[in-house]
């Protein structure tokens, strides 16, 4: 079984390195770019079948920061 | 339109932070991990619609490096 974690900033958080890609692709010419964000995947391999509630712990414990940042939990065969 | 783009070390490529997160949640009790492996989402807000030619470039030239990583490009309504 295999959990695939998105963490993402939570939308009121500013996020600089999306800016700097954002301009980055602009002064390259990509004018179609208005703005950009950066989160993180996670992909976690368990032997088993996944418990949610023990995904959620992990998140919360280590792979995100609840503070500012949302996660997302998605559960692959 | 909205243009998510996965970014992801290839198979063949020794990922030491998808270790470290794998290891650093052993040690935290959570026998069940066998593996981790990280990755970067990128979502780029367009305006109009987006053309994946373009996207395609944007991976190549500055959001992955093709040498070591493969990109998934999502397009969003």
Redesign the interface.
């Known amino acids: 079984m295999k959990a695939i974690i998105?963490v993402?900033l939570k939308k009121a958080i500013l996020d600089p390195q999306?800016k700097a890609?954002?301009s980055?692709?602009k002064t390259?010419g990509?004018d179609?770019?208005?703005?950009?964000?950066?989160?993180?995947?996670?992909?976690?391999?368990?032997?088993?079948k996944?418990?949610e509630a023990?995904l959620r712990?992990?998140c919360d414990?280590?792979?995100a920061n609840p503070v500012i940042e949302d996660y997302k939990i998605e559960l692959v065969a």
Chains 1, 2 share one sequence.
């Open positions: 998105h993402s999306g890609i954002a980055a692709l390259m990509f179609e770019v208005e703005d950009a964000r950066q989160g993180k995947v996670i992909e976690i391999m368990l032997n088993g996944g418990d023990r712990d992990m414990r280590l792979l």
